[in-house]
Protein backbone atom coordinates (compact mmCIF):
# COMPACT_ATOMS: atom_id res chain seq x y z
CA UNK A 1 0.00 0.00 0.00
CA UNK A 2 1.48 3.17 -0.58
CA UNK A 3 2.33 5.92 2.31
CA UNK A 4 -0.18 8.47 1.30
CA UNK A 5 -3.05 5.40 1.54
CA UNK A 6 -2.79 5.91 5.10
CA UNK A 7 -2.53 9.58 5.41
CA UNK A 8 -5.58 12.17 6.77
CA UNK A 9 -6.10 13.88 3.10
CA UNK A 10 -5.72 10.58 1.46
CA UNK A 11 -8.62 9.05 3.90
CA UNK A 12 -10.70 12.01 3.93
CA UNK A 13 -10.79 12.40 0.05
CA UNK A 14 -12.28 8.63 -0.25
CA UNK A 15 -14.58 8.76 2.39
CA UNK A 16 -15.99 11.82 0.28
CA UNK A 17 -16.44 10.08 -2.50
CA UNK A 18 -17.63 7.07 -0.38
CA UNK A 19 -20.10 9.49 1.32
CA UNK A 20 -21.19 11.52 -2.30
CA UNK A 21 -21.96 7.59 -4.08
CA UNK A 22 -24.32 6.84 -1.16
CA UNK A 23 -26.00 9.84 -0.85
CA UNK A 24 -26.98 10.57 -4.73
CA UNK A 25 -27.84 6.29 -4.69
CA UNK A 26 -30.17 6.98 -1.65
CA UNK A 27 -31.58 10.02 -3.10
CA UNK A 28 -32.10 8.90 -6.05
CA UNK A 29 -33.93 5.44 -4.97
CA UNK A 30 -35.72 7.88 -2.78
CA UNK A 31 -36.85 9.60 -5.83
CA UNK A 32 -35.32 13.13 -5.95
CA UNK A 33 -32.42 14.57 -7.99
CA UNK A 34 -30.35 16.31 -5.51
CA UNK A 35 -26.68 16.74 -4.74
CA UNK A 36 -25.05 16.70 -0.98
CA UNK A 37 -24.53 20.34 -1.88
CA UNK A 38 -27.89 21.64 -3.18
CA UNK A 39 -29.41 19.37 0.29
CA UNK A 40 -27.02 21.68 2.52
CA UNK A 41 -28.37 24.64 1.01
CA UNK A 42 -32.12 23.40 1.35
CA UNK A 43 -31.12 22.12 5.17
CA UNK A 44 -29.49 25.80 5.89
CA UNK A 45 -32.50 27.78 3.90
CA UNK A 46 -34.85 25.87 6.34
CA UNK A 47 -32.99 26.70 9.70
CA UNK A 48 -32.99 30.67 8.31
CA UNK A 49 -35.49 31.39 5.79
CA UNK A 50 -34.63 34.76 4.53
CA UNK A 51 -30.81 34.35 4.55
CA UNK A 52 -29.20 36.35 1.70
CA UNK A 53 -26.87 34.23 -0.88
CA UNK A 54 -23.83 35.62 1.07
CA UNK A 55 -24.96 34.28 4.25
CA UNK A 56 -25.91 30.74 2.71
CA UNK A 57 -22.94 30.58 1.08
CA UNK A 58 -21.06 30.84 4.56
CA UNK A 59 -23.56 28.55 6.14
CA UNK A 60 -22.71 25.34 4.21
CA UNK A 61 -19.39 26.47 3.67
CA UNK A 62 -19.07 27.36 -0.01
CA UNK A 63 -17.38 30.43 -2.33
CA UNK A 64 -19.70 32.74 -3.42
CA UNK A 65 -19.60 31.81 -6.82
CA UNK A 66 -20.51 28.13 -6.05
CA UNK A 67 -24.02 29.22 -4.48
CA UNK A 68 -24.67 31.01 -7.13
CA UNK A 69 -24.74 28.37 -9.30
CA UNK A 70 -26.60 26.53 -6.45
CA UNK A 71 -29.22 28.84 -5.86
CA UNK A 72 -29.80 29.06 -9.47
CA UNK A 73 -30.37 25.62 -10.28
CA UNK A 74 -32.64 25.30 -7.12
CA UNK A 75 -34.88 28.12 -8.07
CA UNK A 76 -34.74 26.35 -11.81
CA UNK A 77 -36.24 22.84 -9.69
CA UNK A 78 -38.63 25.43 -7.99
CA UNK A 79 -37.40 24.27 -4.44
CA UNK A 80 -36.38 28.36 -3.31
CA UNK A 81 -37.38 31.82 -4.49
CA UNK A 82 -35.07 34.64 -4.45
CA UNK A 83 -36.68 38.21 -4.02
CA UNK A 84 -34.07 41.75 -3.52
CA UNK A 85 -33.46 42.37 -0.40
CA UNK A 86 -35.36 45.26 1.45
CA UNK A 87 -32.26 46.55 3.44
CA UNK A 88 -29.95 46.13 0.67
CA UNK A 89 -30.77 46.04 -2.95
CA UNK A 90 -27.89 44.31 -4.12
CA UNK A 91 -28.75 41.38 -2.11
CA UNK A 92 -30.81 38.67 -2.82
CA UNK A 93 -32.51 36.91 0.16
CA UNK A 94 -34.14 33.39 0.35
CA UNK A 95 -36.33 30.95 1.02
CA UNK A 96 -38.04 27.80 0.60
CA UNK A 97 -40.40 27.24 -1.93
CA UNK A 98 -43.52 25.04 -0.82
CA UNK A 99 -41.98 22.72 -2.64
CA UNK A 100 -38.68 23.02 -1.15
CA UNK A 101 -40.31 22.61 1.90
CA UNK A 102 -42.11 19.65 1.05
CA UNK A 103 -38.91 18.10 -0.27
CA UNK A 104 -36.68 18.64 2.59
CA UNK A 105 -39.05 17.51 4.74
CA UNK A 106 -39.39 13.96 2.48
CA UNK A 107 -35.65 13.56 2.77
CA UNK A 108 -34.04 14.25 6.30
CA UNK A 109 -34.76 11.10 7.20
CA UNK A 110 -33.33 9.71 4.10
CA UNK A 111 -29.99 11.86 4.34
CA UNK A 112 -30.31 10.96 8.39
CA UNK A 113 -30.69 7.08 7.57
CA UNK A 114 -27.69 7.27 5.28
CA UNK A 115 -25.08 8.58 7.77
CA UNK A 116 -24.04 5.23 9.41
CA UNK A 117 -23.59 3.74 5.74
CA UNK A 118 -20.89 6.31 4.77
CA UNK A 119 -19.11 4.99 7.92
CA UNK A 120 -20.12 1.46 7.62
CA UNK A 121 -18.01 -1.03 9.93
CA UNK A 122 -17.72 0.95 12.67
CA UNK A 123 -19.63 0.36 16.51
CA UNK A 124 -21.62 2.89 17.85
CA UNK A 125 -18.56 4.09 20.01
CA UNK A 126 -16.22 4.39 17.10
CA UNK A 127 -18.67 6.08 15.10
CA UNK A 128 -19.62 8.90 17.84
CA UNK A 129 -16.06 9.13 18.31
CA UNK A 130 -15.08 9.77 14.60
CA UNK A 131 -17.97 12.50 14.59
CA UNK A 132 -16.47 13.85 17.04
CA UNK A 133 -12.80 14.34 15.80
CA UNK A 134 -14.16 15.18 12.80
CA UNK A 135 -16.06 18.21 14.40
CA UNK A 136 -13.21 19.18 16.20
CA UNK A 137 -10.80 18.87 13.24
CA UNK A 138 -12.89 21.37 10.88
CA UNK A 139 -13.35 24.04 13.99
CA UNK A 140 -9.61 23.56 14.71
CA UNK A 141 -8.98 24.49 10.70
CA UNK A 142 -11.75 27.09 10.22
CA UNK A 143 -11.35 28.89 13.33
CA UNK A 144 -14.94 28.14 14.22
Do not use: W
Amino acid sequence: MPAAAAMPGHLIRRLHQISTQIFLQRVREAGYDLTPVQFAALDALRDCPGIDQAGLANAIAKDRATIGAVVDRLEQKGLLTRAVSDQDKRARVLALSDEGKRVIASLLPVVEGLQHEILAGLNEEEYAAFVALAAKAAREATGE
